[in-house]
């Protein structure tokens, strides 16, 4: 396997994508500085950006918390049968009525409850992140 120098902390590295960022200038398509390298100097940038401009993102983050609480709002108004099953869902999770169970399909620890009948909120099947968003046919992240 070919090796590539970091031109700033100069240790050698594997040629390829986990351990250089894709550069397509360059004649080997990757950067010359290592990841480490290049997230040290980006955190750098960016906590130097932030101490510099703090109304910026103070100023974007108000206006998108604005829109996701009106969208919360508009979103409850219309769905009121579904904020009300997750209430009592959500309930029954916190006085240990209802217990978490594996992922039905993976046997994922890390589960979540689907409904497939909003109008009986205790009757749920245990489905993983992945499983959960295939079933509401959701892109997966």
Not at 18 to 24: I, S, T, V
Not at 49 to 77: C, F, G, V
Not at 79 to 94: D, F, G, M, T
Request: proline share 6%; with cysteine; glycine share 2%.
């Amino acid at each position: 396997m070919k090796t590539k120098k970091c031109t700033r902390c100069k240790k050698r590295y594997p040629a390829d994508r986990k351990h250089f960022k894709p550069a397509n200038r360059s004649s080997d398509g990757l950067q010359s500085w290592c990841r480490n390298c290049s997230r040290l100097v980006d955190r750098k940038y960016s906590r130097q950006y932030r101490k510099d401009h703090p109304e910026w993102k103070r100023a974007d983050n108000e206006k998108r918390a604005e829109q996701m609480i009106k969208l919360a709002k508009e979103w409850r108004k219309k769905h009121p049968e579904i904020v009300r099953c997750y209430k009592i869902y959500n309930k029954a999770l916190r006085n240990r009525t209802l217990k978490k169970k594996p992922c039905q399909i993976c046997g994922n620890p890390k589960s979540e409850g689907h409904h497939e009948d909003y109008s009986k909120p205790l009757k749920v099947i245990w489905l993983c992140d992945k499983h959960h968003r295939e079933v509401h046919s959701l892109p997966i992240e």
